[in-house]
């Protein structure tokens, strides 16, 4: 069985810092890549970074470029998401995904 386990999210005010955290576990991964999605209040699902575990290149969604870090510690079997000058409009459920498995979401609140 694999599991993807978040952490972090919680709640910011506008200008603020959160961390997320996905564990993976279970058998050994034939993907390559992780990635993050988020889900914000009657909005389609956005794909808002992701990366190659093998050379580690990135990509970002164009409207959290510059703020947003993604990165991996293969060792730990965790991705990670730093998010950084936060806004309202980055108020979602975040969701890490490694091929076709979820993780169960997080939910990151900014407040005005």
């Known amino acids: 069985q694999v599991q993807l386990v978040q952490s972090g999210g919680g709640l910011v005010q506008t200008g603020g810092s959160l961390g997320l955290s996905c564990a993976t576990s279970?058998?050994?991964y034939v993907w390559n890549a992780q990635a993050w999605f988020r889900r914000a209040p009657g909005k389609q699902r956005?794909?808002?970074?992701?990366?190659?575990?093998?050379?580690?290149?990135?990509w970002y969604l164009g409207s959290v470029k510059g703020r947003f870090t993604i990165s991996r510690d293969n060792a730990k079997n965790t991705g990670y998401l730093q998010m950084n000058d936060l806004s309202p409009k980055d108020t979602a459920v975040y969701y890490c995904?490694?091929?076709?498995?979820w993780g169960q979401g997080t939910q990151v609140t900014v407040s005005p």
């Open positions: 279970g058998r050994p």
């Open positions: 956005e794909l808002v970074a992701a990366i190659d575990w093998r050379d580690g290149a990135t």
């Open positions: 995904v490694v091929g076709d498995d």
